[in-house]
């Protein structure tokens, strides 16, 4: 069993910073694609940032230049660091990763309970 716990979430001032933080627990062999995603109310579900275990990363358009993506491997974590954050960032952000459990087994998915992130003076 896997479980991924998310921190970090809150109140913050539009201009402000918030870091998340991800980390995953359980039976890992490995862990590959960590990626943040973030939901509005009546919207869809959407893909934030990405980073590899290589540490390529990915980030939408939305938050490119304000948002940055970090993990350490050693710890099975995956951190988010918002800056200059805007009343439009307001979501339930939820973590992913793509983990091994075993070594017959191909990566499933696995997801965070997720943790808001309101943005308003």
């Known amino acids: 069993q896997v479980q991924l716990v998310e921190s970090g979430g809150g109140l913050v001032q539009p201009g402000g910073s918030l870091r998340l933080s991800c980390a995953a627990s359980?039976?890992?062999?490995?862990?590959?694609?960590m990626g943040w995603y973030r939901q509005a109310p009546g919207k869809q579900r959407e893909l934030v940032a990405s980073?590899?275990?290589?540490?390529?990363?990915y980030y939408a358009d939305s938050v490119k230049g304000r948002f940055t993506i970090s993990r350490d491997n050693a710890k099975n974590t995956v951190y988010l660091q918002m800056n200059s954050l805007k009343p439009e960032d307001t979501a339930v952000y939820f973590c992913?990763?793509?983990?091994?459990?075993?070594?017959?087994?191909?990566?499933?998915?696995?997801w965070g309970q997720g943790t808001q992130v309101t943005v308003s003076s």
């Open positions: 359980g039976s890992i062999l490995s862990i590959g694609i």
């Open positions: 992913k990763f793509g983990v091994k459990v075993t070594m017959i087994r191909p990566l499933s998915d696995y």
């Open positions: 980073i590899t275990s290589g540490g390529s990363t």
